[in-house]
């Protein structure tokens, strides 16, 4: 489910959360269309059933246009994706996976309250799904209410069958950080890296957190640990180059930051690096 894939917003809530699936060919007649497609497809298309109630959709149907909205969040368009969640939110069935994809929808495209709305219609539906604590409580740090975002992280972290448990923990920890706890948000990092050693958005927040305490060694040795799973990270490569220009390697860190910006050159980062690279050639 997408969801999982925009479960980790990082710290500057970039969910870190890559996207594995592509629903571009939703626009195109000349790609192939994905199996929720088709199934979407064939259901806006059979004949109506004389027996069925009036009232009653087919079993699979609110889960088929959920799949259909997901796909397009998938491909990076939120707004034909909120259309089929609408579709499936008014129709018989649990609407919990709908509203919680609708909830990334809405955040997507900005608009906040939406967004909640949504969330919290979903934790409604079921209120300790350790997903929808995840995304929602990503979704209040994203918005800067730390607090409210504990509560919820907190929530999704103590259920022992949450299968991707490392996205709430490094959602926790920079919740924690946005409070100033950074103890606490340490422990968190601690935590997600013991369920997914490695894990490229947790190292990434611990270096952002040595960087500002003026630990520049143990952050780079975090950086060297995303970098070697995640070579075009934008924001690793961004604080890599700000490190080796403090220790004085200049041509590292210009390196650094070229590479930064041929990987993401329209994001924070790559314009952050490029704007390095122009004064320093000044």
Request: a neutral charge.
């Amino acid at each position: 489910m997408m969801r999982r894939y925009y479960a980790i917003l990082r710290v500057t809530l970039v969910l870190s959360l890559a996207v594995t699936s592509s629903a571009c060919a939703l626009f195109s007649g000349h790609q192939k269309l994905t199996p929720a497609e088709e199934a979407a497809a064939a259901a806006r298309n059979a004949p109506p059933n004389p027996a069925a109630s009036l009232h009653a959709a087919p079993p699979n149907q609110v889960a088929i246009y959920t799949s259909l909205g997901t796909a397009y969040l998938q491909g990076g368009h939120p707004r034909a994706a909120v259309r089929e969640l609408q579709q499936a939110i008014k129709l018989p069935g649990n609407h919990g996976d709908a509203y919680d994809v609708l909830g990334l929808a809405y955040q997507a495209l900005g608009q906040a309250t939406l967004a909640e709305d949504a969330f919290r219609h979903a934790l409604e539906n079921e209120p300790n799904n350790p997903e929808f604590l995840n995304n929602y409580g990503a979704f209040l740090l994203e918005q800067g209410r730390f607090s409210a975002a504990v509560e919820q992280l907190r929530k999704a972290t103590s259920d022992p069958l949450y299968s991707t448990p490392q996205f709430a923990w490094t959602n926790l920890a920079a919740a924690y950080r946005g409070l100033k706890q950074q103890n606490q948000a340490v422990i968190a990092l601690q935590k997600a890296l013991y369920f997914k050693p490695g894990y490229p958005p947790a190292l990434l927040l611990w270096a952002e957190m040595e960087y500002q305490a003026h630990d520049l060694m143990a952050a780079y040795g975090h950086l060297q640990g995303v970098l070697a799973q995640e070579p075009d990270n934008a924001q690793a490569l961004l604080l890599a180059g700000n490190i080796s220009w403090q220790q004085g390697q200049k041509e590292q860190a210009k390196s650094l930051w070229e590479r930064c910006v041929n990987a993401s050159p329209y994001s924070a980062a790559g314009k952050d690096a490029q704007r390095r690279l122009l004064q320093r050639e000044n």
